[in-house]
């Protein structure tokens, strides 16, 4: 989300129609514009706005009283939704699946993680490639449970079964 201040100053006559803006988040000061953009930040950070008149004005008059504004607790962000289906088998000795996934919320960076499946398989961290080669001992079904995730921590699950033949090829020998 993108937070905006609006500053409405009382006494124009001396001059204090421009303000300094502070943006803080944890204490930490994270900018000085009339815009935040809050996409770095997590679910729960609180973010608090500071406004003073302009530096060169406050100290000619003698007054310089900060306001600041109610701080902004940011929500959770909604969870990415996946949006491929897995296929079921294995072909030509391995299996392959592209998970795809979409967030509702702009910016956002998605994660791929596995978090469950046979020993070998694999998951490409940015972009959701799922593979797995079986050794000619791995037959039968599996269990897989993927995830995507955002980087403000909410994320989604998928799980399916992969079966594999009973008659696993094993690699060609390299001649």
Do not use: C
């Not at 607790?73 to 491929?84: C, F, G, Q, R």
């Not at 980087?151 to 060609?172: E, H, L, N, R």
């Amino acid at each position: 989300s993108l937070l905006r201040a609006v500053v409405a100053t009382t006494d124009d006559e001396a001059g204090f129609d421009e303000v300094a803006l502070e943006w803080r988040v944890a204490g930490k000061l994270v900018g000085n514009d009339e815009d935040l953009d809050t996409t770095p930040f997590r679910p729960g950070d609180v973010v608090e706005l500071r406004a003073r008149p302009a530096e060169e004005l406050a100290e000619e008059s003698g007054r310089s009283r900060p306001v600041h504004a109610e701080p902004i607790v940011l929500e959770p962000s909604p969870a990415p939704a996946i949006t491929s289906k897995p296929s079921s088998g294995v072909e030509d000795g391995r299996y392959r699946y592209v998970m795809q996934a979409e967030s509702p919320v702009r910016g956002a960076q998605l994660r791929y993680e596995l978090l469950k499946g046979p020993e070998g398989m694999t998951v490409d961290a940015e972009s959701g490639l799922v593979e797995w080669h079986p050794k000619t001992g791995q037959r039968g079904p599996f269990d897989v449970e993927v995830a995507v995730m955002d980087q403000w921590g909410s994320g989604m699950t998928q799980g399916f079964a992969i079966s594999t033949d009973s008659t696993v090829a094993p690699p060609a020998a390299a001649q």
